[in-house]
């Protein structure tokens, strides 16, 4: 029940928030093979094809998919951020706004890089790493590995373990959750527990410390699972996969309709206590046989969960779009939000939509049916959900009347963004810009004395599909193998690079007065006058900066020394500026005495508010000024 505090408790209609960016990585260029897209490797749209088999459902694979390869851990306290790239692990501290680099190390890359999983330990003292084919490294503070887990339990630490060379997603091995717990800590020589949820339905979990480590436990759910969620305040498991509970008509409204059962970890064996009610219970025991994920259409697997911090609600998303939110820790339905009743959910990045040279990729998104499906969620409250989708938006929803705190339209970031768990005054997400170029022919006919290096804008390529233009190729291919003349030869087509930029930002709610200072900060002038003005505040910061980074020239008094108010700070500026030519240093003369003389000396001792008050001469001149 909640205390009265909370019930009284009002969410602002909308938050005043500020994009800061922290790190940036701009990744050598790569040339694009055949068989990849844009965003990655090549994913299949065809909603009832898998490259893996029945390992997850189809939709689930497909949405997920499209995530970003890099993966990104943020400590509990904030002071640390784990990223994990292709192929090196990062650890930035917050010093200098997370421009402290901690540690760094190489790693080996991973057939399915999105489908890798980094978590720290409660007091940061360990960081987990586990990649796609279920081995796991525990690492320190500084992203330095200690040791590898070797287990039975994980086949890929045994010995002539062989991954297949062409696999490009997971395994019933690859993990859809990993973390650190407390609750089952009972030798003061162990720092934490780490728990291991596959795809396969598998939970191991092992007790850690700095020196070495031990198997605790191992239990199966008996089906495949789809996500996994901790919530520590109430020690409890949350799994959803294809449980034979799903889609059953007896069920609905309970969450074992949406293939949603919790466990409650215990110390003694089996270590899992199923939090299912009798008739539940009785409905498992009498389950009939099925085939993992080969059932009805009807069924909507969820594919991602997030607890609030206060552990008291779930927030779910599932394959059709649909985001549910679950009371928790009796999991009681709480709402139900369909793709379409979502604000903005069909939105589109105008610079997308605006920029003629990307009309191929314009094309493909709009083929794209899980375009507008939420990839990742977290909570941003107790009352409202962080959602990001394939198509790159952001948003923040309020849950209860289903409104975007962040404005009329979300927030759009580069690529599938990641989301982390909000924090006291935001969140950090990490997106990855993609940008397709051309590159110079490399034969010395048709490059000379250019660098082929020079990156080139591609042409639209649309008519490559028509059946004029396969008419067209196949004519000339014929023609070419009849005659071997080069004159039928296939046409050389520049090769494609593309050049990925990641970048690791944070969307923080501020008031007026910090986003002010900081787009001052940021040079960025006129955002932040329109923000003085919106909100009263005094706009001489601005015309300070703009005036001492000037030229002070003579357009330059007049446009920021001229608008600034305080009449201290004008005066010390006539006093203390040596102006380049002889011109400006005659205006700011004039300026400063047209301030100072008799006529505003009597204009001060009717009424001094401090600012500058010049004299009739002196507007005259400024009227002069602005006519010319």
């Known amino acids: 029940m909640e205390s009265e505090d909370e019930s009284e408790y009002e969410e602002p209609s909308q938050i005043l928030y500020d994009i800061v960016p922290y790190r940036e990585w701009e990744q050598e260029p790569e040339v694009v093979k055949l068989s990849e897209k844009l965003g990655g490797k090549n994913v299949n749209y065809w909603p009832f094809s898998s490259s893996n088999g029945t390992l997850l459902p189809p939709a689930t694979e497909r949405i997920l998919s499209h995530r970003i390869p890099w993966q990104f851990a943020v400590s509990q306290d904030a002071n640390l951020i784990a990223v994990l790239q292709d192929s090196v692990l990062e650890v930035w501290h917050r010093k200098e706004n997370y421009g402290t680099l901690v540690g760094r190390r190489g790693v080996r890359k991973d057939p399915a890089p999105s489908w890798r999983t980094v978590a720290w330990s409660e007091d940061s003292e360990l960081l987990a790493v586990a990649f796609s084919d279920g081995s796991v490294e525990v690492c320190d503070t500084v992203g330095g590995i200690i040791y590898q887990i070797i287990s039975p339990k994980i086949p890929s630490s045994q010995p002539g373990f062989v991954d297949s060379a062409s696999r490009k997603g997971p395994t019933d091995l690859t993990y859809l959750h990993v973390f650190f717990t407390n609750a089952r800590l009972r030798d003061k020589k162990w720092l934490s527990e780490l728990v291991l949820v596959d795809i396969g339905g598998r939970i191991n979990s092992f007790l850690v410390s700095a020196s070495g480590y031990q198997e605790l436990s191992s239990f199966s759910v008996g089906w495949n699972l789809t996500a996994a969620i901790y919530s520590p305040t109430h020690n409890i498991l949350i799994t959803a996969g294809n449980s034979p509970l799903c889609g059953r008509s007896s069920l609905v409204g ?302 330059a008094i007049h446009d920021y020394l001229g608008k600034i108010k305080r009449r201290d700070c004008v005066i010390k500026e006539c006093m203390n500026t040596i102006p380049p030519d002889i011109d400006a240093a005659r205006e700011l003369l004039i300026y400063g005495l047209s301030g100072t003389d008799l006529e505003s000396l009597i204009a001060m001792a009717d009424k001094d508010s401090g600012e500058f008050v010049q004299s009739r001469r002196g507007r005259e001149t400024d009227d002069w000024f602005e006519e010319t």
Not at 269 to 281: I, K, Q, S, T
Not at 487 to 507: C, D, E, G, N, Q
């Open 254 to 555: 309970r969450a074992s309709h949406a293939g949603i059962t919790s466990y409650r970890l215990v110390n003694e064996a089996p270590h899992y206590v199923c939090l299912m009610d009798e008739f539940e219970l009785n409905s498992l025991n009498s389950r009939s046989f099925y085939l993992p994920f080969v059932s009805s259409q009807q069924e909507d697997h969820i594919i991602r969960m997030s607890v609030s911090a206060n552990g008291r609600r779930l927030g779910s998303v599932h394959e059709s779009g649909t985001i549910s939110v679950w009371i928790l820790p009796g999991l009681v339905l709480g709402s139900l939000t369909k793709l379409n009743e979502q604000p903005g959910f069909d939105e589109v990045n105008p610079q997308l939509l605006q920029a003629p040279s990307r009309k191929k990729k314009k094309v493909e998104f709009l083929s794209n049916p899980f375009r507008f499906h939420p990839s990742d969620i977290s909570w941003w409250n107790e009352e409202s959900l962080i959602i990001s989708r394939i198509s790159g938006a952001l948003s923040v929803i309020r849950m209860e009347d289903l409104s975007n705190l962040l404005g009329e339209s979300p927030e759009f970031l580069d690529g599938v963004p990641r989301v982390s768990q909000a924090f006291e005054k935001g969140f950090f997400a990490l997106e990855c810009e993609s940008v397709l170029k051309g590159r110079r022919p490399s034969s010395i006919d048709d490059s000379a004395g250019e660098d082929p290096d020079v990156d080139i804008e591609v042409e639209s390529d649309d008519d490559e599909g028509s059946w004029l233009h396969f008419g067209k190729t196949s004519a000339s291919a014929i023609a070419y193998y009849l005659t071997d003349n080069e004159r039928f030869a296939p046409p050389k087509k520049p090769s494609k690079i593309v050049r990925r930029t990641y970048r690791m930002i944070a969307l923080v709610s501020t008031n007026p007065e910090e986003l002010y200072a900081r787009k001052i900060d940021a040079e960025e002038y006129g955002e932040a006058i329109m923000l003085a003005q919106h909100y009263r505040l005094d706009t001489d910061p601005v015309y300070e900066r703009q005036w001492r980074k000037s030229n002070k020239s003579v357009a």
